[in-house]
């Protein structure tokens, strides 16, 4: 079985890419491009708010985290990306976020991919943790001995084997650090590869395709809350 996960906070849609998708349902375009390739998946949306959709689940949740930080929808999203992941009953478990579109049937190939390596995340176009963590919002210093020169990853999909411990275990590093010292995803999930020495199979950019990126070949997922996305594949949304 195959379960997504859906992490939104907020009543107003703020789509983090820079493209406005405001007039479309709060999961779309993701829900219904996933329909399409995992017929038989389930899905669960945590949120803060009565976010009903026909045939997901809604899981309304309290954040622990600061209400009052700029950054809490994102943050709160992040985190409950990770709480879903763990709390998921299913075989194989995806955290997605909602402004993805899926565009070729080879992403059947990410549930071989996650049960031979627990957990996947793709690549961050920006590929050095120093530069995320200096360019990317919500950013903070690198304290680790890599001086944050370890390749960074970026946050969706991930994909986990919900029968693998290892990753089981740098998930809730993830939980952990968040709480403990909420930063952007990307930095938390280094963080927790450096502190529990697991480190997430790093999917290549087709699974992820983000603005820099077009043109790239074999796309199996385009991030279309980057306008340049749809205006270069001309996604009709």
């Not at 491009?33 to 949740?61: E, H, Q």
């Not at 919002?137 to 690198?142: N, P, R, V, W, Y």
């Not at 930095?187 to 199979?201: C, H, N, R, V």
Request: proline residues 5%.
């Amino acid at each position: 079985m195959v379960e997504f996960i859906f992490s939104e906070f907020g009543v107003k849609r703020r789509n983090g890419g820079g493209d406005h998708l405001d007039k479309l349902d709060r999961l779309e375009p993701s829900l219904t491009s996933i329909k399409r390739y995992f017929p038989d998946a389930i899905f669960t949306v945590y949120s803060d708010f009565d976010l009903k959709m026909a045939g997901v689940t809604l899981k309304k949740v309290v954040s622990p985290l600061d209400t009052n930080h700029p950054r809490f929808g994102y943050r709160s999203s992040d985190l409950f990306k990770f709480v879903g992941l763990m709390e998921s009953k299913a075989d194989l478990a995806i955290a997605m976020d909602s402004d993805m579109f899926i565009v070729s049937e080879n992403v059947s190939y990410i549930r071989p991919i996650t049960q031979r390596f627990g957990f996947c995340a793709p690549m961050n176009p920006r590929v050095l943790v120093k530069t995320d963590s200096i360019i990317g919002m919500d950013g903070s210093s690198i304290i680790d001995e890599s001086g944050g020169y370890g390749f960074a990853i970026n946050t969706t999909p991930l994909s986990f084997y919900t029968k693998n411990s290892r990753a089981r275990k740098y998930l809730e590093a993830c939980v952990n650090i968040m709480h403990l010292s909420p930063a952007r995803a990307p930095l938390i999930m280094w963080q927790a590869m450096w502190e529990s020495g697991f480190t997430p199979y790093l999917l290549p950019p087709q699974w992820c395709v983000c603005e820099t990126q077009e043109s790239i070949g074999d796309e199996i997922i385009l991030h279309v809350g980057h306008r340049r996305i749809i205006d270069y594949y001309k996604i009709k949304l």
